[in-house]
């Protein structure tokens, strides 16, 4: 099920917002010194690209000033336009019956693309990379 969400959210948003966060990560290598900005964009643009089956969770651990710091100035960048973007990709597929799924997808990639920073992406426990593993 979660391959056949994936595609479906591939193909009627999910590539838009993938290139989005693309943009926000090549733009951040250009300036060098938000070279961290950038390895954070990229890696929720993966995120972006295929959502079903893996979960976002906080790195913890040292750093967590350094990444709250970084989080600020990211929303004030880029976070507050790609979580615009989100809302905005969220409302036409929750117009249909099977964009509701789609939908909430979009609606919690929100918190991540405000606050890229001390966050990892794992297998959720339901997926079967993570029952393998």
Do not use: E
């Not at 591939?10 to 990560?25: E, N, P, S």
């Not at 060098?32 to 651990?61: E, K, Q």
């Amino acid at each position: 099920m979660n391959t056949l969400l994936n595609i479906i959210w591939l193909l009627f948003g999910g590539i838009w917002l993938a290139l989005g966060y693309f943009a926000a990560g090549i733009i951040c290598f250009l300036l060098i010194i938000t070279i961290p900005f950038g390895i954070a964009s990229f890696r929720i643009g993966m995120y972006a690209l295929w959502p079903f089956g893996r979960t976002v969770v906080d790195r913890g651990g040292q750093g967590y000033f350094l990444s709250t710091v970084g989080n600020v100035i990211w929303v004030l960048v880029a976070g507050i336009w790609i979580a615009i973007g989100h809302v905005l990709t969220a409302i036409p597929m929750f117009l249909s019956i099977i964009g509701i799924p789609l939908g909430i997808a979009n609606l919690k990639l929100i918190p991540v693309s405000l606050m890229p920073l001390g966050k990892v992406i794992v297998p959720s426990r339901g997926s079967w990379y993570a029952q393998v593993r």
